[in-house]
């Protein structure tokens, strides 16, 4: 539902906020006075195109903010996927922003998006009815939708229908590939089987080619690394004798052995015994590790070849061994696959014949279904004609087969028309605005008042063209709609205006040599003087402030 509008810089207005109750919202004035401004700004927000001469000071930016109450689950779901909004938020804002050079922005909650998006969500919003424009409820592919609605009995089947032709398409994929792998099927084998065996040929270790790297590098630097070990071996262990670490350490012990006791020496020859070993065994450690540098002839050969040989394989399966090792389970797992492809063929073969023919008997079980949807919409529709005094407009439901399966079924919808005896039935979604279509269009939406969605409509003079008794019909049917949506019109019409919730009222001022709109929400009295204005003119009589009193007092009874 649309809580709030704000507007700053827009057409005639410098700046206005509008706050939208559940029920009839209504917008009266005279013609000229900048109420269809109000329906314009709407539009932005639903992503209509911005263009600067809409600004009212080109030395400021225009904006235009609605504030909606989330009460779509799938608006929801939508936001909160993208980042809109938290699961807490009860409300969501949309700004557009149009700037002096013809720029513009929209954004949703502070975050800014493109206008495609805005023109998506939109419809689950806000369903507008302008002037010569179409309505979102009249998109044929929203027409099935309406039908099952009316046939609550179908919703197992449908949800069966869905299951089975998931089921169908996965199938239909797989044996799709199948077909397609068909031609190059032993070529691939083939391929599979050179890079399989290449791979196991190799017998490839997980840490082999770091050990291999660190053994090379020993190998090229052997006699450096020979020479480094001799020189620390010396220094700390087979030196001249009394000169290595070891031999000064022997000696300080022996000094503390031969003098006389104290708990600090005795302390400290424990600390240098600790260091007499551990030199013996760092002795031990350097005289292996200088003699396993004399390493076979031909060794490093052997090792580098070995390294070639494995970065070889890295340029054609991967960075390192454990993504080679991948590699080769992957085409092992797909050389099963495509081994087994024709035993596998006609099983896929079998079980789709099973699904198709469990498809389409749902799919002709929830045509039935629909065919009964078809005629309870006629009928509710026509019912709805009827009382806006329509009896000669025909309305049907055209259900046909599609070519193709789908989600929804193999059915496709359209809704014909015909305004006058004698005129072929057309697809509404072709015909023109007019007083007959608009009062199609609100018999329609009556009659999916429990099952449309969208909760907010907002219809821009729907009353054009029309007069009379059917205006007056028409002002019943719009106060019945705004019991199950939100609506909010511009109308012309004192009939349709004394069935507002709340009724605005906008106005053209001149100050200054400026033109302004300005708006004010009416209370009971200041409603009566503008229903009477409407019925009569700026002048009109006691008689005509009485009438419209009443006319008042009737509709808010009714409603």
Known sequence: MLREIYIKNFILIDELRLEFNKGLN?????????????????????GERGKNDLIKDDKYKAIIEGVFSLESEEVRQTLEEGGFIEEEDEDVIICREIYPQGRSTARINGKTVNITFLKNLAPFLVDMHLQHDHLTMLRPEMYLSYIDSFVPE??????????????????????????????????????????????????LKKDEEEELGILAERMRNAHILGKTADKVLKLLYTGE??????????????????????????SLRGELEDIYYNLQEIANRLTRYRDSLDFEPGLLDQVESRLYEIGKLKKKYGQSIEEILDFLAKA??????????????????????????????????????????????????????????????????????????????????????????GEEMRPISKIASGGEISRFILALKKALAEVYRVPTLI???????????????????????????????????????????????IEKKVKEGRTYTLVRK??????????????????YSDITLKHAGEMLDKAILEN
């Open 332 to 421: 092992e797992e797909e050389f099963e696959r495509l081994s087994t492809v024709e035993e596998r063929q006609e099983d896929l073969k079998h079980r789709f014949a099973l699904v198709e023919e469990e498809y389409y008997h749902l799919a002709e079980e929830l045509t039935e279904f629909r065919t009964k949807g078809a005629l309870r919409l006629e009928e509710k529709v026509h019912h709805e004609l009827m009382q806006l005094n329509m009896p000669y407009i025909k309305f049907m439901v055209a259900l046909e087969k599609k070519n193709a399966p789908s989600e929804a079924g193999i059915d496709e919808a359209d809704f014909l028309f015909s305004p006058n005896p």
């Open 459 to 505: 219809f821009d003079e729907i009353d054009v063209g029309v007069g009379g008794t059917a205006l007056t019909a028409m002002a019943r049917k719009l106060g019945e709609l705004s019991r199950s949506h939100q609506v909010i019109l511009v109308t012309h019409s004192p009939q349709i205006a004394s069935y507002a919730n709340t009724h605005y009222l």
């Open 241 to 266: 004798e009394g000169f290595s670490a070891y031999d000064q350490i022997s000696s300080a012990i022996e000094a503390i052995s031969a003098g006389k006791p104290d708990a600090f020496f005795e």
């Open 154 to 203: 179908a919703r197992e089947v449908k949800e069966k229908l869905s299951r089975t032709y998931a089921e169908y398409k996965k199938l239909a994929k797989e044996l799709e590939i199948i077909k397609t792998e068909e031609k190059d099927r032993a070529q691939k084998l083939d391929f599979l089987a050179f890079q399989i065996n290449e791979i196991k040929k190799a017998d």
């Open 522 to 539: 009416l209370d009971y009295d200041a409603r009566i003087k503008e229903l009477a204005r409407m019925l009569g003119g700026e002048n």
């Open 26 to 46: 209504v917008l009266t004035g005279e013609t000229g006075a900048g109420k269809s401004i109000i329906i314009d700004a709407l539009s932005l927000i639903m």
